[in-house]
């Protein structure tokens, strides 16, 4: 069974803090994707990082892809209340998009 | 771009009801469409998916003759919950890919679904 551990689960910070989300596996992806969903609606695509090592910036947020394409990270410098949200990880074994490895999202709340 | 709209946004209907999910791909033809199903707090759960013009391929557990699904276009796929129950109340939501490597998946807005 494939997993992709995303951590933490559950972060609350004070806005202009700066956090980082992770995501792990002990697979190999060919691409990994991350989302953020607000409540009642779709996840909404931020990024695609295909390369190992690639560093991707969105903004005040940053991906990286690890060497091994085993795991990557989110970095929001600055957190802000409009961060504020359900972000999840998704990692694609082969190069389709027929078959993606979800975490477990991580519930963040920015404190104004 | 990329834009996936999903229909109806909520639905409320008592038991025994069966309802249709419309999921359709607005400006990019999706020869992949798959059906999420999301409990509160949770991450996606994977049900189905259909490329256009076969049969969907089912995810364990999850009940083909319950959760109907069609793909007849590059552009609509509908998931239709027949005989509904309290049970199946949930967020059900769709996404919609192209063909190409590394394609993402672009997702609708969900559908609320509640059994009376």
């Known amino acids: 069974t494939q997993l992709l551990e995303q951590s933490p689960q559950f972060l609350s910070i004070q806005e202009g803090e700066n956090l980082t989300v992770y995501c792990n596996s002990s697979s190999v992806f060919s691409s990994l994707q991350w989302y953020r969903q607000e409540p009642g609606e779709g996840p909404v695509l931020l990024v695609t990082?295909?390369?190992g090592g690639e560093v991707k910036k969105l903004k005040r947020l940053t991906f990286q892809f690890g060497d091994a394409r085993k795991d990557s990270s989110l970095h929001i410098t600055a957190a802000q209340p409009g961060d504020t949200g359900l972000y999840l990880c998704a990692g694609a074994l082969g190069d389709s998009n027929y078959q993606l490895i979800w975490g477990a999202g991580t519930k963040l709340i920015i404190k104004p | 771009g990329a834009v996936v709209s999903q229909h109806p946004s909520r639905v409320i209907c008592k038991s025994g009801t069966s309802v249709k999910i419309e999921c359709r791909s607005l400006d990019f033809q999706a020869t992949t469409m798959f059906w999420y199903r999301q409990f509160p707090k949770q991450s996606l759960m994977l049900m189905a998916t259909?490329?256009?013009?076969?049969?969907?391929?089912?995810e364990q557990g999850v009940e083909k003759d319950k959760f109907l699904i069609n793909h007849a276009s590059l552009t609509l796929s509908t998931l239709t919950v027949t005989s509904a129950h309290p049970e199946d109340s949930s967020f059900y939501i769709c996404?919609?890919?192209?063909?190409?490597?590394?394609?993402?998946?672009?997702f609708g807005d969900g559908t609320r679904l509640s059994i009376l």
């Open positions: 990082v295909v390369t």
């Open positions: 259909s490329n256009e013009g076969s049969k969907a391929t089912y």
């Open positions: 996404s919609a890919s192209s063909t190409g490597p590394y394609q993402p998946q672009h």
